[in-house]
């Protein structure tokens, strides 16, 4: 017993945290039907986990003094829950006649179970003694109590099979990843729930007739099918509401990554050049966060284009001051800015490429046969390694130098971001550019000389 209170508690807090998120958005438009069939439907979803815990379900039965009462409003609330989920799917596509009809006729159907069922638990005769887990298992052959579950699991699998074929039907429809995946999931929700009540509602028939064989099965499998269901539909029904913070996770963690990926090219060029770092400066990676600030990490900072240029800006903090050592708050606005500044740098240094490094690296890598896009920012890295040396050198640009401008990624800043990450992982780590740099330094140095 106190497991299930455990696993319903659990249940109970994901889809009534999903409940609050969703009701929020009814609040702003509370005129807006389908938000208020979901938010009935994630209500009424999340209810019996908590009327079903056995420690409630027996209270309940207690203060209404009606033994079982609690079965007849928790199986009421799932009818009505499944009832709002198919009229919402379907409700997407009510512009067509046929499904406005048929709309009211499912609902029409629910309703008049809802009936049925209220008459047949009243008729009925559910003991004196509350039953919270075994209730289907003790009343199944009871008079009048085995049509009350006959017209619930009737109604239960008509339901499952809507919810599969609307579900799979929508979730190649829609565009929302989160909801896609949701769909998705409450599709195979949906199918263990089919496990559930199709062989209770063949036990409950076979039972009018005679004695069924599929006790064992009704009693045993189907309440596994159904916690499956349960699990699944609660993961399913919430993935929209929690799913957008997945991906803003997912985003932060691929930002500091290239950040960190970053960090050593741009410092080693923003040394060089301190006249076109915008922001913050280089320090130790280490000092730049705090656990002070980590709260800041999911907020933005706007950032402006100005005078045609690539220079952006974030506007002031509320105190007027930027922080003269950035926090997680500026992350992303970080990896701009090193893009930027690796990119404007790479134009100062232009000059100083050359045929001579380009032949250099090819050469050594002809041994290693690395991938065609890896030899290119290697390539890349050597170049800016050569010319950084003969600029902080004060070498003069070669008469040769190479022409134009290099642009992988043809303009599109999410593919420059991941090819200026594959240049500064060559530059920090490839022992190609360690030994190309060392080559033409070695060669500076003994004309120099």
Known sequence: MLLLTVVYGVLSV?????????VRDLIGNWRNREL??????????????????????????????????????????????????????????????????????????SLATLVIMTVFFCLGDTGSVEHPIDFDVTFEAVRYVDLFLLSYQLLFTLSMGMLVVLCRRYAAMVERPWTRRGLRIVTAGAWFGLGYCVPKVVNTVWDLFGSSPLHVVSSIVAPLSASVSAALFSLGFTMPAWGAGVSRIQDLTAVYRSYQRLYPLWRDLAVAFPELVLMFAPTERTKRWSLRTAHRVFGRQVIELRDGGIALRPHTDPDGDLDPVPTLKDLELLVTRQQVEIRDIQLRLRPHYTEAVCAAVRELAQHRKPAADDIEAVVEAAQLAVALHAHNAGSPAPALAVSGIDDPAGGDRAEELAWLVKVAAAYGSSPIVSDVKARFAAADAGVSA
Request: aromatic share 14%; with cysteine; net charge positive.
């Open 14 to 22: 994901i889809t009534w945290a999903a409940f609050v998120y969703k």
């Open 36 to 109: 208020q069939l979901l938010c009935l439907a994630i209500a009424t979803f999340a209810a019996p986990f908590v009327l079903a815990s056995p420690h409630v379900y027996i209270l309940i039965d207690r203060v209404l003094g009606v033994p079982n009462i609690a079965s007849l409003i928790i199986y009421i609330c799932v009818a009505i829950c499944l009832t709002s989920f198919v009229a919402l799917l379907v409700s997407w596509s009510s512009a067509q006649a046929r499904l406005r009809a048929r709309h009211w006729v499912g609902l029409g159907y």
